[in-house]
């Protein structure tokens, strides 16, 4: 396996590292609410609290 002969320079490596970033994260839109949400995760519309279009928790059930 070869190794760096010399360490390398933190320049060199925050260099390399410029171009690593995260992506814009994906966002869906509801078809039965019409709300906006980031895909995979639950979203509040309301009271209530949603994933993949049924409702998981009712306003009035976690009361």
């Not at 070869?2 to 925050?14: G, I, L």
């Not at 609410?33 to 976690?62: F, I, N, P, Q, W």
Request: proline residues 6%.
């Amino acid at each position: 396996m070869p190794n760096p002969k010399r360490r390398h320079s933190k320049t060199r490596t925050m260099k390399r590292r410029t171009h690593q970033r995260a992506g814009t994260p994906t966002v869906s839109k509801d078809p039965n609410t019409g709300e906006m949400h980031l895909r995979h995760r639950a979203y509040k519309v309301g009271e209530d609290l949603y994933y993949r279009g049924k409702v998981v928790v009712s306003g009035s059930a976690a009361e």
